[in-house]
């Protein structure tokens, strides 16, 4: 079947050395590199803004995927896609106009995306999903990289991929939280297109091979 999309997060870099690892994660065959976005309000962690976002795009030809953890995204979205962002993902549980943040996505001409928290079902996305490029599932509630997959994911991996038959053949399923070396082929096997990996990338002793082992996942 197809081979795995894999999304280096740039969270578990060395920000010292941003360009080196960018590079890393493009010789490693990586396909989109995820920037993961968090206000301390939505997510009690801060990681950076369209600054570094800039930063990231200039050492990059890979597909900017940036993961909006914070409220009020609307006020934000034109900046992350100014900043060189391709695909903007929001949360469901921060846009109470949830369509109104997909197309203004859209209309400044990025791909949308819709996360959801382990806590949010995948029900509650019925009536946008045939709106979206992608939905990301949280597998880990959203604030740290380096915590441990949510293992109730499974399911609604599995949930999402039949909705996804009914309602948008074309959406991009992306897993994000906790991915390893070792449970990516449950992952895809579940339904899962493309696969988010901080720690698993970067913290790996060889990540041109931890890269390999997450890309060879096939249905
Ligand atoms: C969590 C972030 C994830 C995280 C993934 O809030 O959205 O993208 O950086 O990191 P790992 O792969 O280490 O769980
Ligand atoms: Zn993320």
Redesign the pocket.
Known sequence: GNTTLLAP?I??ADFTRLNEAVTTAQEAGADWI?C?V?DGHF?PNITFGPFIVKAVAACSSLTIDT?L?ISDPDRYIPDFIEAGSHQVTVHQETCPHLHRSVQLIKSLGAKAGVSINPGTPVSTLESIIGDVDLVLL?S????????KFIPSSIGKIERLHEMRNTYNPGMTIAV????TTENAQELVSAGADAL??????FKAPDPAEAARQIKAASR
Do not use: K, R
């Open positions: 997060s969270l578990s995820h993961d968090m997510v993961h953890m949280m880990v509630n959203p604030g740290f990289g380096g915590q994000d939280g906790g991915v988010i990996a901080g720690t698993a990338f």
